[in-house]
């Protein structure tokens, strides 16, 4: 096999990725609104896109967003409540990961209305400071600002006051029990 056939066949299972990556969307937005309490914070997913940085040329972050139907609609669009995040990363050094996480807030009443899909960094970026407080309840990390991470937290993490997370290997979630996996998960956290 020469090299022009390697990066043939590379595209090829990343076009397949993307694929499926779009049925897992699809599938979750559907079943949120039909079979579980949870409905879609925004109509699409946010994700890191550049043209002028070519890192950002392939989207590897992935990120949905959540909330509990039954918590009070805001006059700004948004639930006052927790946002529940799944998060599809294809970055991680092991294994594309599932990260499903629960992101509560000190006042999300004061938000602007939506969300940019470029807004990826509010949910990607306190889950990766090492300036947070991180502890673990069984299988399920936590974190916590920290009096270093404090005034990131209050101005570029949203007011974020803690963030509850569970990771999976996105491998491991299928056709048949991808709705148990992420919605339960939103459930327990």
Known sequence: MNLG?????????VKKTYENIDKLISYCITASEKESHF????TKFLRYRSDNDWQGWLTQEFFLLFQDKQSE????????GPVYVLEINMTEDSEPMAIISKFEYEDISTWDAGCSPASYWAFYDPLRDETMNCRKDGDINILTPSA???????????GVSKISYKKFPLADITAENAKDII??????L
């Open 73 to 80: 609609k805001l006059k700004n669009g948004w639930r006052n």
């Open 148 to 158: 270093v991470a404090a005034q990131k937290t209050s101005k570029d993490y949203w």
């Open 39 to 42: 409905v879609p914070a925004v």
């Open 5 to 13: 056939e390697n990066i043939g066949n590379a595209f090829q299972v």
């Open 183 to 188: 919605f339960n998960t939103f459930h327990m």
